[in-house]
Structures are given as structure tokens and as C-alpha cells.
């Protein structure tokens, strides 16, 4: 009987501790979910950790999770806490995979229940890390991951603290299939268009006859400039160039977001690749337009992952977490996310403030006329980061951008 009783006793704990381990992983799946808009991250457990986090040091993350011990983020005794978003293909894609297609700096004021984002455009025109030469902006990540693995957040992180005048130790990279993958396993996001919406140039660009890729013919060709010298008149050797076409134009057989994307007026759910293809067009508006589709959808991600339907369906919960584990790295450790999770824990309804920097006054941005060598750019306005400076400093005091939804 006693025997019996132990075995029950035993069962029982074992079942506790089961369900007490269930619920931990949700705590660190809800934290990890809250990067959406402190990030995009996902933590399940310390070899997931290791995989995904370049700082994943799991000793050194159990250390601070021993109770009593109290650590702040950096910046936060400051009372401001900046998080370094990029979206980017991935290193796998050959089509530009490391090339930063969006950047963001999210940043949280817990003490001021205030947050803000701030979007940098991919093409603004700087100095590369320890080097004399220049690039845009969304080349500095994969100069950095070209040195070593790890190398190009930091080199992010260090420009854009150079850019924005606050310091930005923290940074979140997630790649478009971990994109798609999140909002999927939602159930798709949320959005409403006054107008119709409709990008039919940027994914149906024709490229050089390859026989894999490009296979259907345009009947356009791309020219070749060929040189060769002549005598001229006056008996001068001189160069003389001749454009000739030479290569013959085909459209992929599978363009990116179907070739022609569409999405019709009104409110409507949209699915991970509808998802990423509102994120990604440009063409048909613009780099600052797009960015700030970016950051409405987002804060769709964000309300849909807090949602109680979604932190009491495992489904989604599962699937958020293979999504990001897959997708994402990150320079943050398991106890920073644990102390971020509880600083948006206790934050009430906060406030948040978005801009897009662009090539306007009030963007704080020009662009200067296209050269050879550096093609379409963007400078900053007084050719200094002065006023970009104050903008990330005073970013609550300032007025608001006027149009910050996008036209279309």
C-alpha cells in the first residue's frame, strides 16, 4: 500500500513538473515573441540558444536567472533600452542574401511607458567599418559577416549607433522565410488599405537568357559596349566605342510574389507571402513608403502574437517557435530576453512613436545626382548625422511625421 502511495505521489509530481515545464516554455515563447516589436526572436531552450544567439553563453545565461540576482539591459538605467532590427533575404539566397533589406531601431522607454521605431533607408551613403571606402548602409552587414560569422550585427549595430547618436548594443536579424514562417503560423496578419495596393514592376524584371532562371523571351536585348581604335582624318589614333546588342532579355518562369501582386481595398488577412511581398515592393512607390509598411505590419505581428488566441493555441505557439528558431539570430542572451520580456510586461497600453527617415526636410534626408560609382544614394541633410541625432534623442518631443501610413 505504501509502495502504491509513492508510486501515485511520484506520478503526480512527475506530472507537475511536466506541466511547470509546459508553461515555462510558453513564458520564454510569449518573451521571445515580444522581440516583434523589441525584435524578432524565439528562445526554447539552450541549444536552440546556442543556435540562434552569436553571445548564446548558456552558463553565463543560467547565472543570471539565480533568484535575487537583479542585472539591467545596457541602457536601461539610462531609461532607454535600443534594439537593432534587419530583415534580409538570408545568407543562402545568392540574390544579395546578406544585404539588409530593412533596418530598424525599436527602442523602449519603460519608465516613460513609451516606445518608438524608427526606420534608416537602405540606401543612405557611408563610411565602411575600418576601411576608406564608402557603401550603402545595407552593404555593412555583409562586409561584417564576409570577416567572420557574428561580425556584421556588430558592425550594424556600431554604424547605426554612429548614425543615431544613442547607443545600440543589442541586434535581431530574421530572414525572409522566418518572416513568412511567423506569420503563417498566426494565421495570417490583419490589415486595411484605403486604396488598392498593387507592385507589378519590382518582381517581374527582365534579366540576361540563362536557360534555369530567365527562360521566357522579351525580345529585348541588353547592349554590350565594344572598343577599338581608328585613324581619324588627321591621321590620330582615337578610341571609338560601339553599342551593340548582344545579349538577349528573358522574364523569370517564376517571379517572386506571382510577377503582378495585388491586394485589393479594405480590411482584409493576409498570409506570410502576401505578408512579405507588402513589405518588400518598392518599385511602384517607394523605399521610405515601403518602410513604413513595414513597421504597420509589424505592429500586427506584435497584437496578433500577444493575443490570448494565439498564447492558448500550441499549434501557433509551436509554430512561432520553429519559425524564428530557424530564422533568426540574435547577440542577445537568454536572461536579457527574460528582462526585456518583463520591461514590456509592465509597460501599460504604451505609447509609440514612428518615423521614416527620407529624403525630405522632414525625412532629414537628400539624394544627390546618381555617379557611376556610387549609383542612386542617400545623405543626410547638412552632410552631418546632426540632425538625425537629434531626431533619435527628442523623438517624443518632436512633431509627429505627417504621413507615416502608407499612400497606396
Known amino acids: 500500500m505504501e509502495k502504491e502511495r509513492n508510486l501515485r505521489s511520484d506520478a503526480k509530481g512527475g506530472f507537475k513538473h511536466l506541466i511547470q515545464k509546459r508553461w515555462v516554455k510558453i513564458a520564454l515563447i510569449v518573451l521571445a515573441v515580444f522581440l516583434v516589436i523589441g525584435g524578432i526572436f524565439s528562445w526554447r531552450a539552450g541549444s536552440l540558444l546556442n543556435k540562434i544567439s552569436s553571445n548564446g553563453n548558456i552558463l553565463g545565461t543560467l547565472g543570471h536567472m539565480v533568484p535575487g540576482l537583479s542585472e539591467q539591459l545596457k541602457g536601461e538605467k539610462e531609461g532607454r533600452v535600443n534594439v537593432l532590427l534587419l530583415g534580409m533575404r538570408g545568407a543562402d539566397d545568392p540574390a544579395g542574401g546578406n544585404l539588409a533589406d530593412s533596418i530598424m531601431v525599436v527602442s523602449v522607454f519603460p519608465k516613460e511607458n513609451k516606445a518608438s521605431m524608427i526606420s534608416v533607408p537602405r540606401d543612405l551613403y557611408v563610411q565602411d567599418i575600418q576601411q576608406d571606402s564608402k557603401s550603402k548602409l545595407n552593404a555593412i552587414y555583409a562586409q561584417g559577416e564576409a570577416k567572420a560569422k557574428g561580425q556584421g550585427l556588430k558592425d550594424m ?11 545600440i548594443k543589442y541586434g535581431i536579424v530574421i530572414n525572409h522565410q522566418g518572416f513568412k514562417d511567423l506569420v503563417n503560423a498566426l494565421g495570417g496578419v490583419e490589415i486595411t488599405l484605403e486604396q488598392p495596393f498593387a507592385e507589378s514592376v519590382q518582381f517581374n524584371q527582365e534579366g540576361v537568357c540563362d536557360g534555369v532562371i530567365f527562360t521566357v523571351p522579351t525580345g529585348k536585348w541588353q547592349n554590350k559596349i565594344f572598343k577599338h581604335h581608328e585613324t581619324n582624318a588627321a591621321g590620330v589614333s582615337v578610341e571609338v566605342k560601339v553599342k551593340k546588342p548582344v545579349y538577349p532579355l528573358c522574364l523569370n518562369k517564376n517571379p517572386e510574389c506571382g510577377g503582378d501582386f495585388k491586394l485589393p481595398a479594405g480590411t482584409q488577412t493576409i498570409n506570410g507571402d502576401q505578408a512579405l511581398c507588402f513589405a518588400r515592393s518598392r518599385d511602384q512607390s517607394n523605399d521610405f513608403e515601403r518602410a513604413k509598411r513595414q513597421q504597420i505590419i509589424i505592429q500586427q505581428i506584435k497584437a496578433k502574437a500577444l493575443s490570448i488566441g494565439t498564447l492558448t493555441d500550441f499549434n501557433k505557439i509551436n509554430g512561432m517557435v520553429n ?15 527574460q528582462r526585456l520580456y518583463d520591461m514590456e510586461r509592465n509597460l501599460k497600453e504604451p505609447q509609440i512613436f514612428q518615423r521614416v527617415l527620407e529624403n525630405s526636410e522632414e525625412g532629414l534626408l537628400y539624394a544627390p545626382e546618381p555617379t557611376k560609382e556610387s549609383g542612386y544614394i542617400l545623405l543626410p541633410i547638412g552632410d552631418n548625422y546632426d540632425k538625425i541625432r537629434n531626431l533619435f534623442k527628442n523623438i517624443f518631443t518632436l512633431p509627429a511625421q505627417s504621413d507615416i501610413k502608407p499612400k497606396n
Do not use: C, F, R
Open 323 to 337: 519559425a524564428l528558431g530557424n530564422n533568426v539570430t540574435t547577440d542577445l542572451q537568454g536572461w536579457e530576453i
Open 157 to 167: 549595430e556600431a554604424k547605426l549607433s554612429e548614425i543615431s547618436g544613442v547607443e
